[in-house]
Each structure stands twice: as structure tokens, then as C-alpha cells.
């Protein structure tokens, strides 16, 4: 068994909160990037993950998705994964900005909102 631990990061710590023309982009921080786009990072990963295959192959003889270069491609696709299950968070933070543009609005200006 492994002795290594990984720190669980909270779910806005890989994105930048950037505004960009009134919009707020999020994008993906650099740092975070570079992790996933590194060489050794990659290559270790891809020992782990076939090890891991190896020890079920058993079980994935008849699996219509499974093929030889599967875990090659899952980890290709790291980075497009990572930023796209960033993306429930971006949406909740936009819409948590707007719901406080709002309210701010509201208590700063409250007869121009009718209330």
C-alpha cells in the first residue's frame, strides 16, 4: 500500500477569477496547466493506471469500451476533462456575482428597484 497522499484542493483553487470586457472568464490557472501537461507527471500516471488495468484485465475482456491504448487516451484528455468539470463551479460562481450584483442593488438603489 502506498504511503503517498494527495492534498484534495477546494473546487475554485485551479481557476484564476479573472474579469475580461465585464465577463468573468475563470479559466484554468497556469500552475495547474503545467501539472497536467508535464512529462514525468504524465509517465508516472500511465505506469499507475496500466498497473491498475493489468490487475483487472480479467474483467475487461468483454468490455465493448475498453481497448489497448484506452488509458493512453483518458490521460490525452486530462486537461479538457479538468476544465470541463470546472465548469459546474464557474457556473455557480457566475451566478452567485449576479445574485449579489443584485442584491447590492437592491440595498444601494432600493427605489429604482421597486422596492
Given at each position: ?10 473546487p ?28 514525468a ?26 481497448h ?12 479538457l ?9 464557474r ?25
Open positions: 500500500m502506498s504511503t503517498e497522499r494527495h492534498q484534495r484542493l477546494p475554485c483553487a485551479g481557476v484564476d477569477i479573472q474579469t475580461q470586457d465585464g465577463r468573468i472568464e475563470l479559466p484554468v490557472k497556469d500552475s495547474i496547466k503545467r501539472e497536467l501537461e508535464s512529462p507527471h504524465r509517465a508516472a500516471a500511465l505506469e499507475k493506471a496500466e498497473g491498475l488495468i493489468a490487475s483487472i484485465s480479467g474483467l475487461l475482456v468483454g468490455a465493448t469500451w475498453f489497448d491504448s484506452w488509458t493512453r487516451e483518458a490521460l490525452d484528455l486530462i486537461e476533462t479538468f476544465d470541463g468539470a470546472c465548469d459546474r463551479w457556473s455557480l460562481y457566475r451566478s452567485a456575482v449576479r445574485q449579489r450584483e443584485l442584491h447590492h442593488n437592491i440595498i444601494v438603489e432600493p427605489h429604482e428597484t421597486g422596492c
